[in-house]
């Protein structure tokens, strides 16, 4: 089956700088999605980018897109103490390819942001 | 906003006890979908329900689950015959459709003794 597989595994920075995490990921998708979770908490949904798409925004976040290379880059920009969690990204057509896949996820990127 | 909300949070059992894992996912969502995280290791999908039938399982999802949407806001996750390495983080998700956004409820952490 298909992996997400997130880098780095921990990074922790200042407030105010800017958080790069990428994902590379093995086999066809139709859409990747990022979550968040934070320690011992459910996943919040953050950004779901269409295998048809390169690029997308959402507040301070903006996440890529590039299928030749298998691969997915988070960018979350003017970072924040409350941003402080794990980070996952999440494929879907690693199952039968129907219309309710399972996502597959990565091991995450645990994001420390220094105040 | 909806949410997907889950019941209960913590849940302690021996092991060889059933359990059930309780869900009210979105109420307009169609997809439902059971996911489980060990600790410190990756979420990994268990399974997805759609028109009142299993869509997809994974490899984890053996003859000890079943899944059961018993009336319209309902679904749950029952585990016959618990073992210590059930002992997880059960996410229960739901989504409009298949391919879009999948939003998880808090999760239930299930503790096997």
Same mark, same amino acid.
């Given at each position: 089956s298909q992996q997400g597989e997130e880098d780095p595994q921990a990074l922790s920075i200042q407030e105010g700088e800017n958080? *790069?995490?990428n994902c590379s990921y093995k086999t066809s998708i139709n859409n990747l999605q990022w979550y968040r979770q934070n320690s011992g908490r459910g996943l919040v949904h953050l950004i779901l980018i269409r295998s048809n798409e390169r690029e997308k925004h959402s507040g301070r976040l903006r996440v890529t897109l590039? *299928?030749?290379?298998?691969s997915s880059s988070l960018l979350i920009t003017a970072s924040r103490a409350a941003d402080t969690a794990s980070y996952f990204c999440a494929t879907d057509g690693g199952y039968s390819g129907g219309g309710a896949d399972g996502l597959t996820f990565g091991k995450g990127t645990h994001l420390i942001i220094q105040p | 906003e909806p949410e997907v909300t889950q019941t209960p949070s913590h849940q302690v059992t021996q092991m060889g006890q059933e359990v059930i894992l309780r869900c009210v996912p979105i109420s307009n969502h169609l997809y439902f979908y059971w996911y489980r995280q060990i600790l410190g290791q990756k979420v990994e999908f268990l399974v997805s329900f759609y028109n009142n039938e299993i869509s997809e399982k994974s490899e984890i999802f053996d003859d000890q689950f079943s899944v059961e949407r018993p009336d319209g806001s309902n679904f749950t996750l029952k585990i016959r015959s618990t073992k210590?390495?059930?002992?997880?983080?059960?996410?229960?998700?739901?989504?409009?459709?298949?391919?879009n956004e999948q939003y998880f409820g808090p999760g239930t952490r299930l503790t096997v003794t």
């Open positions: 958080a *790069t995490m590039d *299928t030749s290379k298998k | 210590l390495e059930d002992s997880a983080m059960y996410f229960c998700a739901s989504s409009v459709y298949g391919p």
